[in-house]
């Protein structure tokens, strides 16, 4: 069996978390290391390993994953807004090898991101 991601374990219970919200697809928690009042990461259940490994049947899932980051923005109060981010890859230096969708606001963001 292959060996089990960071969040997998995140999801199980072996390693604790602030979860703030949990589905059948989908878990979401509060980031180790949050870059703004509210940083949350959603990940599907299924550990697809970045967003480069997603095909048409994984759809319907990031499209949910976008919508439970909707509902997760309004019950955190984000009226002025957020951003939803997917790290991909070497360049987009993503760190942990499991799909997850940022959400992060609370503060006025910056852009070009860097
Ligand atoms: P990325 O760099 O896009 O792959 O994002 C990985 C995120 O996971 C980073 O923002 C980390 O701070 C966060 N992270 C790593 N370990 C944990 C943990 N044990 N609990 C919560 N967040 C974590």
Redesign the pocket.
């Known amino acids: 069996m292959a060996e089990k991601t960071?969040f997998q374990k995140?999801a199980n219970g072996e390693?604790p978390?602030e979860m703030v919200y949990e589905d059948d697809q989908c878990f979401a928690?509060?980031?180790?290391?949050p870059?703004a009042p509210t940083?949350i990461?959603i990940c599907p259940r299924k550990p697809i390993p970045s967003l480069d490994d997603i095909t048409e049947d994984d759809g319907e899932l990031v499209g949910h994953l976008s919508l439970v980051a909707t509902r997760i923005a309004a019950e955190e109060g984000l009226t002025n807004g957020y951003r939803t981010?997917?790290?991909c890859g070497e360049h987009?230096?993503?760190?942990?090898?499991h799909l997850?969708l940022?959400l992060i606001g609370g503060r006025q963001l910056n852009w070009p991101p860097g």
């Not at 987009?92 to 090898?97: D, T, Y």
């Open positions: 960071l995140i390693i978390s928690f509060r980031d180790i290391n870059q940083h990461l981010v997917y790290n987009g230096q993503q760190s942990v090898p997850h940022h």
